[in-house]
């Protein structure tokens, strides 16, 4: 590209650094643009509208038509430029240009730019070589014999870019079907959702960029591994599916799996023998696994949480804010950009009949009453709660407990019952433990504060800071019940 102009012309070939390049700058420009169009028009900007459906313009043009159509107009250039783009480097790794059109799809364009950021500009390759890639042999020489490749070994393209590209494919769309009929259909999140499909993705993307390039390094191979993690990842929170919590709880579980997988895909790829023999079997074995858990389903695991905290005021000044409180005024903590945040409780009536409803960022909790023993227990069930949580977890109930220290002092502890239906739970539990854990500690210390402090004034509920709107708003557990709080 000899000046910017370039950027609009369909001739030529660009090579990788010059496509990855000029594609990082003209995302940096677009994403500033977009940032001052929003600011122009009074709306916060949200860079996780470029992967979920949820905030997407596409779903909320109504909102704002001249908002979104200026964002729209705007970005008709950068899509020209794209398109030139990416027709040239496929030009240049010797692929059709037709297929830049892919470039306009949702979600395909990131795989489709990944594929041509790695793929090296195609050489014609020298005489000199045995067929299938068995190396230089002398001309006239009878070629080496080979076993002739096997059906799944024979589909992997040679040139790097397309074997990226045909991995990443195969293996994103084995395992939508799997996460599909598992998760969406029959609301189950076993184990090996998480372990052997990660794990046989990043084989088979490793086995791939490696079987027809024995020397390539295990680094390599390992970033093709991961690689496929982030773009599927990606594609959850593109077709609405999961939302950033959900994807950040995930990642380290994920991440985990993928080195050895990666480790094992390029080991065997190197080997012709054990890649006709054992490729096929670990390519087959990570949707059977997935199908047990689905075959035989999974217990949800019960469980407990329990928080404390010290309040310098007698356990009945206490107990009076324990049962209900006003809105909470702290500013919330970065956690709760991954969890539903609680607001306030209200309670009608004060007996065991009672009925009380504790409010949060996405809804409310109902929960009735079983022990009212004042000023030492509160234990309730739960009626109901926030739509969605019920596919992760089942929320059984909660107690407070008050203790009298004989100093003046009341240590209130509170505890939640549930249920987790992720799996596995040795690896979930951490996080639930994480998230209830501030959720308590937000009701806990707020009443401390307005126990401590009687007379303080207590004024309504701040709303919500952009940065917990925008990753709320991802997730359909933790999306607000009315836009935010109340």
């Not at 390759?125 to 799944?152: K, Q, V």
């Not at 009929?181 to 990043?202: D, K, R």
């Not at 799996?257 to 990666?262: E, K, L, Y």
């Not at 690896?427 to 937000?442: D, E």
Request: charged fraction near 15%; include cysteine.
């Amino acid at each position: 590209m000899k000046h910017a102009l370039d950027l609009f012309r369909f001739e030529g070939r660009v090579t990788r650094r010059q496509y990855v390049a000029a594609g990082v700058v003209l995302f940096a420009i677009k994403y500033a643009i977009d940032h001052l169009v929003s600011f122009a028009f009074g709306h916060p900007w949200n860079p996780l509208m470029y992967v979920s459906p949820r905030l997407s313009p596409l779903f909320r043009f109504q909102a704002d038509a001249r908002y979104w159509t200026t964002l729209t107009l705007l970005s008709l250039p950068f899509l020209w430029m794209g398109l030139s783009l990416t027709a040239r480097r496929l030009r240049d790794v010797e692929v059709s240009p037709f297929w830049a059109g892919l470039f306009l799809a949702p979600f395909v364009h990131f795989v489709l730019f990944t594929a041509l950021a790695v793929a090296p500009s195609r050489a014609a390759e020298p005489a000199s070589t045995a067929p299938g890639g068995g190396g230089p042999f002398r001309e006239g020489a009878p070629a080496p014999m080979t076993a002739p490749p096997r059906l799944l070994t024979r589909m992997i393209p040679r040139e790097p870019g397309l074997a990226y590209l045909f991995a990443v494919v195969t293996s994103l769309a084995a395992a939508l079907g799997c996460y599909v009929l598992t998760a969406q259909v029959n609301q189950l999140f076993g184990s090996m959702l998480f372990i052997a499909l990660p794990f046989g993705m990043s084989f088979w993307l490793a086995f791939c960029m490696t079987y027809h390039r024995p020397s390539l390094k295990f680094k390599a191979a390992w970033f093709y591994g991961a690689s496929v993690m982030l773009l599927a990842m990606l594609l959850l929170m593109t077709l609405g599916f999961e939302g950033m919590a959900c994807v950040v709880m995930a990642t380290p579980i994920i991440a985990l799996v993928t080195f050895p997988a990666s480790w094992l895909g390029w080991r065997v790829a190197r080997d012709r023998r054990l890649a006709d023999r054992v490729a096929p079997i670990i390519v087959m074995l990570m949707p059977l696994l997935v199908g047990v858990d689905l075959a035989h389903g999974l217990a949800p695991a019960p469980l407990a949480v329990s928080s404390r905290v010290l309040i310098h005021a007698p356990r009945e000044t206490v107990w009076k804010n324990v049962i209900a409180f006003p809105p909470i005024t702290t500013p919330p903590a970065p956690i709760f950009a991954l969890v539903a945040m609680p607001l306030e409780a209200r309670i009608d009536g004060h007996d065991p009949g009672a009925t009380r409803r504790c409010i949060f960022t996405n809804g409310e909790f109902v929960e009735p009453i079983q022990v009212w023993d004042a000023p030492r227990e509160l234990r309730f069930g739960v009626e109901s709660m926030p739509q969605n949580i019920d596919e992760y977890a089942s929320i059984d109930g909660g107690q407070f407990l008050l203790t009298d220290n004989g100093d003046g002092t009341t240590t209130l502890e509170g505890t939640t019952w549930y249920r987790l239906k992720v799996f596995p739970v040795a690896y979930w539990r951490s996080w639930t433990g994480i998230f209830l854990h501030a959720i308590h500690l937000r009701v806990l210390e707020h009443i401390a504060r307005i126990s401590e402090h009687p007379e303080a004034a207590v004024a309504a509920a701040p709303p919500q800071p952009a940065w917990m709107q925008a990753a709320n708003e991802t997730c359909a557990c933790t999306r607000h019940a009315s836009g935010g709080a109340r």
